[in-house]
């Protein structure tokens, strides 16, 4: 390990500064090391040692929970830093009176590598109880990324059929010449990683909530799909793969004329981002939400990136869920479910497109790999569906 990799990386991200000496400062553990931190927990407080790998990290494999569960318990050793006190209670004074609490510590996420990377921290009591998350973000992409959650679940507020189903903003704060954007815990037990009945009726609910109705080639994700390619193809071509273009082509012939209901989407809909609470589903991490979006997207998103992280090759597992309901949302148009695929897929390839552009070699590959595999699928015919 390289003694001091990313230590002004970490400090940017959290706005707190890592102090070098072996006195003074406030003793945090960062696992799995300094060099490739996701996790900064407080050291010598096992109650919120453990308190934040559960509350922060919600594994949907058997590797990733066995991963949380040898961190809470010390078998994994991590690295020893501290933070400078100051500037550690200056940001828990600011965050106590958001959830009227006298004191409160704070864990930290500092997830992987991104060109838009935050920090997602859960303020926890001092006996262990989770109170509240908070998003921190200090770069311009960062802010942006917060400030479109910010935005989308004020939105989602509006909605009675989705009070309970996402985290209600408790204030903006700012920090660093950042953002801070507090929002409520919601329920601790991790989501299904299968689609059911409570993804059925959160999928309808969000949908119907927002739909307006136009051809696809007026909505804005094509826009934006369309802004997109003409801005890579311009600066950076080589992050396109070969399969896109055509796929774009076809999406223009046989979509584009095709009047549709189109609504809010979350964009990153998968069983990490989801908890359950009774029989209603919970969803967190709104940055990715957009308005427009062809039917489908999310339900298409929460098979993908599974299908994907394990290197499945075949498509859509659960057909059946998917015809469910697209006959709620828009029954004519079972005869396009292989394009309503075809624009997911290219939509989300261009993002990841984009992603590289800014920030080469970042994200999992095979993840990638895989998708434009489906996109040259659904091009040949062999709908993966």
């Known amino acids: 390990m390289r003694p001091h990799a990313h230590k002004t990386d970490v400090s940017a991200l959290l ?38 790998i559960r509350g922060l990290y919600q594994p949907s494999s058997l590797r990733g929970q066995a991963v949380r569960t040898i961190i809470g318990a010390r078998a994994v050793p991590g690295e020893r830093v501290r933070l400078e006190e100051d500037g550690l209670a200056r940001l828990e004074t600011m965050l106590a009176p958001v959830v009227g609490a006298g004191a409160l510590r704070l864990a930290f996420y500092l997830g992987v590598p991104a060109p838009h990377r935050k920090v997602t921290a859960q303020m926890l009591a001092p006996d262990g109880r989770t109170l509240a998350y908070v998003k921190i973000a200090t770069s311009p992409l960062a802010r942006t990324a917060v400030e479109s959650e910010r935005r989308a679940l004020l939105r989602l507020s509006e909605s009675a059929d989705l009070q309970d189903a996402i985290p209600k903003v408790l204030g903006s704060l700012e920090w660093h010449g950042g953002t801070i954007l507090p929002i409520s815990k919601g329920p601790p037990r ?5 689609l059911s009945s409570a993804h059925l009726r959160f999928c309808t609910h969000l949908f119907q909530s927002f739909g307006v109705r136009k051809t696809f080639a007026e909505s804005p994700m094509w826009t934006s799909m369309s802004e997109i390619w003409l801005r890579l193809q311009h600066g950076s071509p080589e992050t396109l793969p070969a399969n896109l273009g055509p796929a774009l082509e076809r999406l223009h012939d046989e979509l584009g004329p095709v009047s549709m209901p189109l609504s809010l989407a979350h964009g990153d809909f998968a069983p990490w981002n989801t908890r359950l609470g009774g029989q209603s589903l919970f969803v967190f991490d709104w940055e990715r939400a957009s308005e427009g979006m062809s039917p489908l997207y999310d339900a298409f998103n929460f098979q993908a990136l599974q299908a994907a992280l394990q290197v499945r090759r075949g498509g859509m597992r659960d057909r059946r869920f998917l015809v469910t309901l697209l006959d709620a949302l828009w029954p004519e148009g079972r005869e396009r479910l292989p394009l309503l695929y075809l624009a997911y897929l290219a939509h989300v390839t261009l993002l990841y497109s984009e992603a590289q552009s800014l920030a080469p070699g970042v994200g999992e590959r095979k993840v990638w790999d895989w998708f434009t595999q489906q996109i040259e699928a659904v091009l040949k015919g062999d709908t993966p569906l």
């Not at 060099?35 to 407080?45: E, G, S």
């Not at 991790?190 to 299968?194: H, N, S, V, Y």
């Open 15 to 52: 706005g707190v500064r890592l102090e070098t000496g072996k006195a003074g400062g406030r003793a945090y553990t960062a696992f799995p090391n300094l060099a490739n931190v996701r996790w900064l927990l407080p050291a010598n407080q096992p109650a919120l040692r453990r308190a934040g």
């Open 190 to 194: 991790p989501g299904p990683r299968r």
